[in-house]
């Protein structure tokens, strides 16, 4: 059971493409799990820059070294464009430790 | 939707290609590059930066079975939003997990927020249709691509 509202990062390689095609995507796994969120969205850059970030949501397949170093909670959303929601969703819970 | 955007500003059939053939990733991404550039969306610098982009993050950019959107960051080179759009006649692997081969790519450039957001908007409708990488690459010739993006245009502002 998460309570509080989640600051989540969306991030991709260039800040703006990839990550703005799959937002609404993003925002409807949120949803189905029943959360309270705020997404922000932003290049994989910015990430060490933005405070009290409680997950990463990226549309990388594999996360570059530093961003695992920050050690946030972060999901890969690149099968969302083909649709797959309950992977995704299996993932955030995991990644936020979510127990049911 | 307002008038400004339209699949005619966003497209040039000087920046679409069919059946090219090359046997690599980077090749594809750098002709879809060089496309970008003859419509006029962006100066040279932005063709190396797709390719390098690609190469740092990689094959994000191949988003869902057979198609990939290779693009860099507007500040390395974008001078207009727009896209190109290359058909392979040979398909070519980009070492994705799930969704290779790839044997289109529509090259992205963005550079102005508004015409972006809604280009963004209209590419997301167009990946959701399983049918949209086939019925492209079906096409013979770039007219038949262009009229087939119109047609595309036509259904997106009906539902939305």
């Known amino acids: ?49 933005t405070p009290n970030i409680d997950l990463v949501l990226a549309t990388l397949l594999t996360m570059p070294d530093f961003i695992k170093e920050l050690n946030i909670p972060t999901v890969s959303v690149a099968k969302l464009f083909s649709g797959d929601r309950e992977n995704v969703k299996a993932a955030i819970k995991k990644a936020l430790n979510d127990e049911d | 939707m307002d008038n400004n955007y339209c699949v005619e500003n ?17 090749d594809a991404i750098r002709k879809a590059g060089e496309l970008l550039l003859q419509g006029g969306f962006v100066k040279e610098t932005y063709i190396n930066a ?8 990689g094959p994000y950019i191949v988003l869902i079975p ?4 290779p693009h860099a960051r507007s500040e390395e080179g974008a001078l207009k939003t727009g896209i190109s759009i290359l058909t392979l006649a040979k398909p070519v692997i980009f070492d994705h997990p799930d969704n ?3 044997r289109l790519l ?24 399983s049918s949209f990488v086939d019925e492209i690459t079906s096409c013979a010739t770039k007219d038949e691509v262009f009229s087939r993006m119109l047609e595309y245009e036509k259904n997106y502002r009906k539902d939305n």
Do not use: W
């Open chain 1, 1 to 49: 059971m998460i309570d509080k509202q989640l600051k989540v990062m969306l991030v991709c390689g260039s800040g703006i493409a990839s990550s703005s095609m799959i937002l609404p995507q993003c925002e409807r796994c949120l949803d189905e799990l029943g959360y309270s969120y705020k997404i922000i969205k932003g290049s994989f850059k910015e990430i060490k820059d």
């Open chain 2, 100 to 102: 290779d081969p790839v």
């Open chain 2, 50 to 57: 797709m390719i390098k982009t690609c190469e740092e993050l």
């Open chain 2, 66 to 69: 057979g198609f990939a959107m």
């Open chain 2, 106 to 129: 529509i090259g992205l450039s963005s550079y102005d927020n508004d015409a972006h957001m809604k280009l963004i908007s209209f590419l997301s409708n167009l990946i959701m249709d």
């Open chain 2, 10 to 26: 966003l497209i040039s059939t000087e920046s679409i290609e069919v059946g090219f053939l090359c046997d690599n990733k980077n």
